[in-house]
């Protein structure tokens, strides 16, 4: 059974920082793309950024220089790094192990960013 475990939302003043956090199963880690996305109230889930498990990143425009993705191997984990964040970040964001035919996805960690 594959687990994916999302940690780290709550509430952070616009401008501030934020760490999510992703647990992940030790048996799909390091063959799987690892990503985080987000999905606001009425508005559909949109990506946020990936990473393969070569390393090699990729970001939503809207992000791009305030996020960082990165994987730990020891800890089969995943974090997003969000810096800088606007009012528009607020969504539940969701993690997501994706191998070639399936996609895992955890509950959801909820970020709000006030004003």
């Known amino acids: 059974q594959v687990q994916v475990v999302e940690s780290g939302g709550g509430l952070v003043q616009s401008g501030g920082s934020l760490r999510l956090s992703c647990a992940t199963s030790r048996s799909i880690f390091s063959i799987a793309t690892m990503g985080w996305y987000r999905q606001a109230p009425e508005k559909q889930r949109e990506l946020v950024a990936t990473?393969?498990?070569?390393?090699?990143?990729n970001y939503a425009d809207s992000v791009k220089g305030r996020f960082t993705i990165s994987r730990d191997s020891a800890k089969n984990t995943v974090y997003l790094e969000m810096n800088s964040v606007k009012p528009e970040d607020t969504a539940v964001y969701y993690c997501?192990?994706?191998?070639?035919?399936?996609?895992?996805w955890g509950q959801g960690t909820r970020v709000t960013v006030s004003s």
């Open positions: 997501n192990a994706r191998l070639t035919n399936w996609n895992y």
């Open positions: 990473i393969t498990e070569g390393g090699y990143t």
